[in-house]
T-cell receptor
Framework: EAGVTQFPSHSVIEKGQTVTLRCDPI?????LYWYRRVMGKEIKFLLH????????ESGMPNNRFLAERTGGTYSTLKVQPAELEDSGVYFC??????????????FGAGTRLSVL | GQQVMQIPQYQHVQEGEDFTTYCNSS?????IQWYKQRPGGHPVFLIQ?????EVKKQKRLTFQFGEAKKNSSLHITATQTTDVGTYFC???????????????FGTGTRLQVTL
């Protein structure tokens, strides 16, 4: 079974540009989460989808960030326009709705975003 | 909002020594999960603790959840170089039992093990 996959693995952009990150969750996982780890700090929650609906977007820093999950499969996180403080590693995680792995979040390898 | 702190931030041990990281939440948790992140890697789920006072073991790793469900610890006996990485606790808020919800991650403890 494939794990959570994220693309790209690394993105280097200039301040003011737009970047779109993609996450493919584990097949069948209704729950999809985005997290971010800024250099040396803790992993912080951004938002949570249940299928195609946003369940909790309390962690989204501002309106420059837009997340979508059309069709309830893969998700994208767009940053427009990017600022220097957006640099960090963006992780996606997914979890199943039912046992035996209910609510265990499986993380992707992350996208390292560098804004210059 | 909920805050989860971990101590120490960093620990360097010699192989064979024991290691413990402590996790403290500002609020009661419904459950707590532990993750390990190798250098350059991503968080990998280790275990979930749900009940007050629960203790679980995985080989050389012992996990504990406090009676008040506000703190937790991870103890590694006789560390090996393969234990190197950052260990994060992550809590789920009260009322989250049985439902999917975000994790609030601790600040992490970076473990370095040398021969």
């Amino acid at each position: 079974e494939a794990g959570v996959t994220q693309f790209p693995s690394h993105s280097v952009i200039e301040k003011g540009q737009t970047v779109t990150l993609r996450c493919d969750p584990i097949s069948g996982h209704d729950n999809l989460y985005w997290y971010r780890r800024v250099m040396g700090k803790e992993i912080k929650f951004l938002l949570h989808f249940v299928k195609e609906s946003k369940q909790d977007e309390s962690g989204m820093p501002n309106n420059r960030f837009l997340a979508e999950r059309t069709g309830g499969t893969y998700s994208t996180l767009k940053v427009q326009p990017a600022e220097l403080e957006d640099s960090g590693v963006y992780f996606c995680a997914s979890s199943a709705h039912s046992r035996p792995t209910k609510n265990i979040q499986y993380f992707g390898a992350g996208t390292r975003l560098s804004v210059l | 909002g909920q805050q989860v702190m971990q101590i120490p931030q960093y620990q360097h041990v010699q192989e064979g020594e024991d290691f413990t990281t402590y996790c403290n939440s500002s609020t009661t948790l419904s459950n707590i999960q532990w993750y390990k992140q190798r250098p350059g890697g991503h968080p990998v789920f280790l275990i979930q603790l749900v009940k007050s006072g629960e203790v679980k073991k995985q080989k050389r790793l012992t996990f504990q959840f406090g009676e008040a469900k506000k703190n937790s610890s991870l103890h590694i006996t006789a560390t090996q170089t393969t234990d190197v990485g950052t260990y994060f606790c992550a809590g789920r808020p009260p009322g989250a039992t049985g439902t999917a919800s975000k994790l609030t991650f601790g600040t992490g403890t970076r473990l370095q093990v040398t021969l």
